[in-house]
């Protein structure tokens, strides 16, 4: 299994960036789809989840300023971040899961400059 992620990178407040996650090895459209985030010193946390049926969850921190879709042609997972804020700055990670099975991708940087 592999998960893929990109797109991040540096950005002043207030800009926006656009994450990818591409999966192999697995049946995506069967997965819940994740994406976490780790802060400098802090452990990781949710950011926003799709299921596939395509309900979404967020974290109160990023509601109305993220949202995330899926491509289940693509196998990809979107995450875009509007109106990023510094606390924003964080490794994202992408994550996949089933019942019984959980899976996490190298993570990606985003800073976000005040």
């Known amino acids: 299994v592999q998960l893929q992620a990109s797109g991040g990178g540096l950005v002043q407040a207030g800009g926006s960036l656009r994450l990818s996650c591409t999966a192999s090895?697995?049946?995506?459209?069967?997965?819940?789809m994740g994406w976490y985030r780790q802060p400098p010193g802090k452990q990781r946390e949710l950011v926003a989840r799709?299921?596939?049926?395509?309900?979404?969850n967020y974290a109160d921190s990023v509601k109305d300023r993220f949202t995330i879709s899926r491509d289940n042609a693509k196998n990809t997972v979107y995450l875009q971040m509007n109106s990023l804020k510094p606390e924003d700055t964080a490794v994202y990670y992408c994550n996949a899961v089933q019942i019984g099975d959980r899976n996490w991708g190298q993570g990606t940087q985003v800073t976000v400059s005040s």
């Open positions: 090895g697995i049946i995506f459209s069967i997965y819940t």
């Open positions: 799709i299921t596939s049926g395509g309900s979404t």
